[in-house]
């Protein structure tokens, strides 16, 4: 068992690292303010192959691994969970579908303009009436007279990157009478006629992510667009969160991670009692347990990243890592907040941003309560 | 057309440095980064190989452990990377660097329509000596302290900064350019170039590669080549514990604007 | 290609051509650093019981030369050219590599400037001799070398004292590793010895209109072409006063709560005090909370990170979310009525008064000291 990165994984994890100071971490404060949708930083990022990162060249990847991918969210969420899930969304619930599942022709037509950062993907599962119970689609297929086009009907809610993204991987009911197995998936462009998002959703955190409803109104989606089987849709997103829940826990990991940076840094600069915060037991055992709980996650994230790379069954390690790593940055970011004090909870420091953008990694993707259903299903405890 | 670039692998001094008990300089303790002048270097020539489709070779005079510094350099997009390494280089000071380097780069081959880049100066020793004198070595023009350069055919345009102005300067190649961080915003490594720069080619230039070159003679290279020495080093005295001024009146801001004064601080 | 051995392959002995000093003029006008190094070029010329001489090039500069005498120069070689109008490397290299041949300086001072700095290392190379770049302090006096260390480095005594006294080389101490080393270096072996110094370090002696009439005109012969000029320069443009930035200012005056009762005073003094240090105002979180100066120039946690090498803190109390972001400037000076105010605690001069009263005496203080260098 080797727990070494390998030089190419130690470098490109350097490059996050400085972009993150450099570019990302200045904005932060203002996405949230304002609730705005950092473009520039896509742009960047797209040109610096991290919007594509564990793909291969020959679809417009930039030849990564995994694990490299789940880093750069990581690196990422350290100072900016907004940025930090742009990505992984982007990346795990839209390129990763169309890669896994797409015929070469879906391949060649949607990857290249996605892994450069061109276009941006987003995941269409949850409705109104379906979240953690996922079979429940409302949001109906219909193969039109002609045979040629999909006529798509229904609203998906709380959609990441839905303002913003070109390409949708949505799902449907083709065939309601077969439950959960008559359900497909499709390549849904923005442009295509009965399309349209709806208002941006204001949230608790990552406030500068953009979430919004999906509106299918008649909408016409080329049956050249159906990904994958027909009928064969809930495992391709069952198969999709499994990776997905990997980007998360590592957003996650970063929350928590720059959590305990924040609160070493500070209490080693405020004194009270005469004496710096550092000094006082409590805060040393605090912060022991801060980042003793962050680097099991760290574990657990990373162990799930390289399953995946390496082609092994890895959605009980991807759902041990997303539980464990968001209960960890829910947990170490709320302590953070309480070693910071008064100034913690007032929003010129970022640790109370931390400590709200941690509570959606326990919600989406799949919430604490799924992970543990498919950990104990795994397990084989019925 | 080639563009060679030379780059220096230094300590982090802008960081905080750690002083040893006896009052030596902890350079364990410093991390080691790309010359930041270098990297402005670096960039131009990226910009040049995208206008102009040239090979960028990056040069750099170090100890092995240098060549993490040479991949993270490809992984910008740099083609190909020379360490120059050797035990007889040891000790050279900045004239004695400049004739190694400008050796190598006479191995590499200067053609016409070459160009070589430089960083303005080192942050370890802040000489800004090295550039030049490879320029000088090399028998190429030079101009240094490069904001802006132009290309157009053979000739350079180039922006070449003063302290309270400019002077616009044209320059035919092959010559050598030095940089300062005004020039251009250095480019990050990219996820594909750090997965692909160590397929790149590298190599290593020591002694052997160089010793038919005129320019690599053990009396002018090494420690005892070098044409200056250094008689003694020594740490300033540390920063203490900051002090009251006695009083609020003129000779208080006297005495002040005394001390700032005598340590050149204004 | 010029082979080294064209140049410079007299034996250090022959090299008793005394001191030079390269005077730099831009555009007809002497940089006053010319100054600076002629006075501190003429303390070594007497430690070394030589002649002081400036070298000066140019096109019509010849009327800039008495002058130097008056600082301590006994002689100038003035080298006029129209390729020479303005500076080029190669053209000055040529023109002072002649000069070198001919006269055998066995110290060469040149100011680092920009200018300087191009120079330098291009004319060491030429001559196959050492450079030593942004020095601070220069001796040839063993004894007073010694004094020098003793007040301004953290060597043992033991080690001073065994310094041999009758070492004539030029000891060229400067700053090495961003300023946290320093280091004296020396050339043994060859001449003659350079030095860049930088402009501001070395002061200027009082003007001798005397000796300024004394002092010697030079016409060296020398050979210039255009292939010795290697580049073109198309123009030369003075850039106007640009809009200074906080974050790479060299100097920050900063105003707090403390201005409360004057505020446009309070900022005015900043400006002024600014003004004469080089720098820009930035204020405290309070000053901008309350309209006093506009968002750009906070310095703290929300706000600007700086790091000057002089940070003057003026009626700021020094809370935690300031210190963020100052606490790592060179220097920091702080002006507080209260003599418990925390930012004493990071300050490295603190004076416990009114600002009001303070920053005026600090105003002509600080003008004074630098007028006097």
Not at chain 1, 164 to 181: C, E, I, S
Not at chain 3, 192 to 208: I, L, Q, S, Y
Not at chain 3, 262 to 277: F, Q, S, T
Request: contains cysteine.
């Amino acid at each position: 068992m080797d727990f070494h990165l390998t030089r190419e994984q130690e470098m490109v994890r350097k490059m996050y690292r400085e972009f993150a100071e450099t570019e990302v971490k200045p904005l932060a404060e203002e996405l949230d303010e304002e609730e705005r949708f950092p473009m520039e930083t896509v742009e960047k990022m797209g040109k610096l192959g991290m919007m594509g990162i564990y793909f291969p060249k020959q679809y417009g990847g930039a030849g990564g691994d995994v694990l490299s991918y789940a880093m750069c969210v990581e690196e990422l969420a350290k100072v900016c969970g907004t940025t930090a899930v742009i990505v992984s969304a982007h990346t795990s619930l839209c390129c990763a579908p169309i890669f896994e599942h797409g015929t070469e022709e879906q391949k060649m037509k949607y990857l290249p303009d996605l892994l450069s950062g061109k276009k941006i993907g987003a995941f269409g599962l949850t409705e109104p009436n379906a979240g953690t119970d996922a079979s429940g689609q409302q949001t109906t297929a219909v193969l039109d007279e002609a045979g040629e086009n999909y006529i798509l009907n229904g609203s998906k809610c709380f959609i990441t990157n839905g303002t913003v993204a070109d390409t949708f991987v949505v799902f449907a009911m083709t065939d309601k009478k077969l439950g959960n197995h008559g359900i497909s998936a499709f390549i849904v462009e923005k442009s295509f006629p009965g399309f349209s998002v709806g208002k941006h959703e204001k949230k608790m955190g990552i406030r500068g992510s953009s979430t919004c409803d999906l509106i299918f109104e008649d909408c016409v989606v080329p049956k050249e667009n159906l990904l994958g089987k027909l009928n064969g849709g809930f495992k391709i997103a069952m198969m999709t969160l499994d990776g997905g829940r990997i980007g998360i826990a590592a957003q996650a990991l970063g929350l928590g991670e720059g959590a305990v940076s924040e609160a070493i840094k500070y209490t080693q600069e405020r004194v009270q009692f005469k004496k710096r915060l550092s000094q006082f037991q409590n805060t040393q055992f605090q912060l022991a347990d801060m980042h003793t709980r962050m680097q099991a996650a760290q574990y657990l994230v990373y162990a799930a990243a390289m399953k995946k790379q390496n082609h092994e069954p890895y959605s009980m390690d991807a759902a041990m890592a997303k539980l464990f790593a968001a209960e960890a940055a829910s947990d170490v970011t709320r302590r953070a907040v309480q070693l910071f004090g008064g100034y913690g909870y007032t929003r010129e420091y970022p640790v109370e941003r931390m400590m709200r953008d941690a509570k959606i990694t326990e919600i989406y993707e799949g919430t604490s309560e799924v992970q543990r259903m498919v950990i104990s299903s795994h397990l084989g405890v019925k | 057309m080639k563009i060679i670039v030379c780059v220096k692998q230094v300590p982090d001094t802008s960081g905080k440095v750690a002083v040893n008990p006896d009052g030596t300089l902890n350079r364990a303790s410093m991390a080691t980064i790309t010359n930041p002048d270098d990297l402005n270097a670096v960039e131009a020539a990226l910009a040049l190989k995208e206008q102009t489709g040239a090979e960028v070779i990056v040069v750099s005079m170090g100890p092995p452990p240098a060549e993490g510094m040479l991949r993270e350099i490809m992984a910008r997009g740099v083609d190909r990377a020379v360490l120059v390494s050797a035990r007889e280089f040891g000790g050279s000071d900045t004239y004695a660097t400049s004739q190694i380097l400008a050796a190598a780069i006479n191995k590499i081959g200067i053609e016409d329509d070459d160009i070589v880049m430089c960083g303005r100066q080192a942050i370890d020793g802040d000489t800004a000596q090295v550039g030049p004198q490879i320029a000088e070595k090399l028998g190429l023009p030079q101009v240094s302290y490069a904001a802006d350069i132009k290309k157009e055919g053979d000739t350079l345009t180039i922006k070449r900064m003063l302290e309270d102005g400019y002077m616009t300067i044209k320059v035919k190649t092959p010559c050598l350019i030095t940089c300062i961080k005004e020039l251009n915003a250095p480019r990050y490594m990219s996820v594909d170039g750090v997965f692909e720069c160590y397929a790149k080619p590298y190599e290593i230039f020591d002694y052997n590669t160089l010793k038919d070159d005129p320019l690599v003679d053990p009396t002018t290279i090494g420690l005892k080549g070098s044409p200056t020495n250094i008689f003694k080093s020594f740490t300033p005295p540390q920063k203490g514990v900051g002090m009251m001024l006695e009083g609020a009146d003129k000779a208080t801001c006297d005495k002040l604007a005394g001390i700032l004064a005598a340590k050149h601080m204004i | 290609m010029k082979n080294m051995s064209t140049y410079n392959s007299a034996a250090i002995e022959e090299f008793k051509g005394g001191v030079w000093v390269f005077c730099e003029q831009r555009q007809g006008k002497m940089m006053s650093t010319s100054y600076e190094l002629i006075s501190e070029g003429r303390k070594l010329a007497d430690e070394l019981g030589e002649k002081l001489y400036g070298v000066l090039l140019g096109t019509g500069v010849e009327g800039l030369a008495k002058e130097l005498g008056g600082y301590g120069a006994d002689g100038v070689y003035v080298a006029e050219h129209p390729l020479l109008v303005n500076y080029t490397t190669g053209g000055y290299t040529k023109v002072i590599c002649d000069l070198v041949q001919e006269y055998k300086p066995e110290v060469m001072l040149i100011g680092a400037t920009n200018i300087g700095r191009d120079l330098g290392p291009r004319l060491a190379a030429r001559l196959h001799t050492g450079l030593c770049a942004d020095c601070t302090h220069l001796d040839i006096d063993v004894p007073k070398y010694k004094d020098f260390l003793r007040s301004a480095s953290t060597l043992a005594p033991e080690t001073i004292d065994a310094i041999k006294e009758d070492d004539r080389n030029l000891k060229m101490t400067r700053p090495a590793f961003g300023g946290h080393l320093m280091a004296t270096i020396i050339c043994p072996r060859f001449r003659p010895a350079m030095a860049t110094v930088r402009p501001g370090v070395m002061k200027k002696n009082e003007f001798d209109q005397a000796k300024a009439d004394a002092c010697e005109i030079i016409k060296p012969n020398f050979s210039l072409s255009n292939d010795d000029v290697e580049t073109e320069v198309v123009e030369v443009v003075k850039a106007a006063k640009k809009l200074v930035d906080l974050i790479g200012a060299d100097y920050v005056v900063s105003v707090g709560r403390g201005i409360s009762k004057d505020v446009e005073g309070g900022i005015k003094l900043a400006e002024e005090l600014a003004e004469v240090l080089g720098g820009v105002v930035g204020g405290s979180r309070a000053t901008i909370d309350s309209g006093w100066l506009s968002a750009d120039h906070q310095v703290g946690q929300t706000g600007k990170t700086v790091h000057p090498k002089i940070y003057v803190a003026l009626g700021i109390s020094g809370a935690i979310q300031h210190k963020a972001g100052m606490q790592d400037s060179e220097c920091i000076i702080a002006v507080n009525k209260n003599d418990t105010a925390p930012i004493f605690e990071i300050a490295d001069y603190g004076i416990c008064g009114d600002l009001f009263k303070v920053t005026p005496m600090l105003i002509e203080a600080i003008k004074a000291a630098k007028a006097a260098k």
